[in-house]
Structure formats: C-alpha cells, structure tokens
C-alpha cells in the first residue's frame, strides 16, 4: 500500500540543466553588452570551468569569473548579469509535462507528497514557489536539513519520519539511479526512474518502475493499492 510519494526536485519535477543554460547563456550576454570583454564562448568555457569546480550550485559564480578576469569584481558587469540570469531562471522554471496534473491526482487519493532534493534550502525553495508548488508539499528536505546528500539513507528518513510511513509504504521517484533509486532502495522503498530527466544516459536503473511521462505515476499508484 503506498501512502506517500516523495520526488526528487531537479530533473524530476523541473528540466533543472535546461533552466541553467538558459539563465547562463542571458547573464553572459548581457555582461557582454555591460562591458565584459570577452567572447560569448570564452566566458561560457570559464563559467562551465567554475561549476566544475566549485559546483552547478555555485552562488557566486560571476563574481569568480570577474575576479579571475579584473582581479576585482565590476559591479555594473555583475548587476548585468544577475538580473539577466535571474530573469532567465524565472521564464526557463516551469515543469515538465504533465507534473502539476500527477500531483493533484496524487492529492486526490489521499498521497501524502513529499521533495528530497540535494539542493541547498533557499534554492530548493525558490525552484518550488516559482513554479506554485510550495503549498502542495507536506515536506521539504533539502541538504541543509540533514547535511548529507542522497543516496545516504538520512535525507530519505528523514522525510519517513515527517511523513509518519514505513519506508514499504512510500514510493521514491528520481532521475538518478544511484542517489534516488539505490538510496530509496536499499531502505526498502519502491522507486520509480525518471526516465524523462535523465541527462546521463543511464542503462541499468535498478528501479520497481521507470516513466517516460511522470503521468504514468497515477496508474502506478493505483496498481500498488488495487486489493490483490
């Protein structure tokens, strides 16, 4: 009998890489037309080489890439590029198709929701009430919850316990074999790849059950709590 769901937030419920693209490629260009002097693909070679880096979570990264350049930050450059990128991240978060129909099925019978994401907290959250999903969730967790990242077994507890189900009463739906569904797994959670989100090509996804279109989800749901 599932009673909750819990998602995974990037790749899952939103095409985080392709919201990041966009917000990028417009805070560079418009740092160019601020006076940035480089060329479009210089500078996005040194800001991919800073994510690498420091991680696609990286706040600061234009102020890197200006340091790097000038040796201090240029704040008109900077200020380009912000409002730029934060413009771009608004219009880019929207979900995939079909995302805010499954959730309000799920709410329909009765599925308590949950988000396990390795995103900081203010990022998790903004990516959420961007897109009007801030109420629909019971919980929340994010790396700032637990300070341990998926697939260790804290954050996915955590979210359990919040919950107030077994871990065989909750079914785990994510884009990352080894951190969603190996992570959910191995505490005896069901899971569900998104196959929709992958972004690396994963062959083996260890899953219960893989969706080409999150819609599928609903009829998984009712399938696992159909009376034998």
Known sequence: MIKAVIFDLDNTLVDFMAMKRQAVDAAILAMIDAGLDLTYEEARQ???????????????????????????????????????????????????????????????????????????????????????????????????????????????????????????????????EERDMVGAAKLGMKTAFARYGDTFGTVETHADYELDDILQLLDIVRKENSPS
């Open 46 to 176: 040194q800001v991919d080489t800073i994510y690498s880096e420091r991680g696609i979570e990286f706040q600061k990264v234009f102020d890197e890439l200006l340091y790097n350049i000038f040796n201090k930050v240029d704040y008109k450059i900077l200020s380009a590029g912000v409002i730029a990128y934060r413009r771009a991240r608004e219009a880019a978060l929207v979900p995939y198709p079909h995302v805010t129909q499954t959730l309000v099925g799920l709410l329909k019978m009765d599925i308590r929701l949950a988000v396990v994401s390795d995103a900081p907290g203010p990022e998790a959250w903004l990516r959420l009430t961007y897109m009007g999903f801030h109420h629909i969730f019971d919980h929340v967790i994010t790396f700032d919850d637990t300070r341990q990242r998926k697939p260790s077994p804290a954050p996915f507890e955590c979210a359990l316990s919040l919950l107030g189900v077994r871990p065989v009463e909750a079914l785990m739906v994510g884009d990352w």
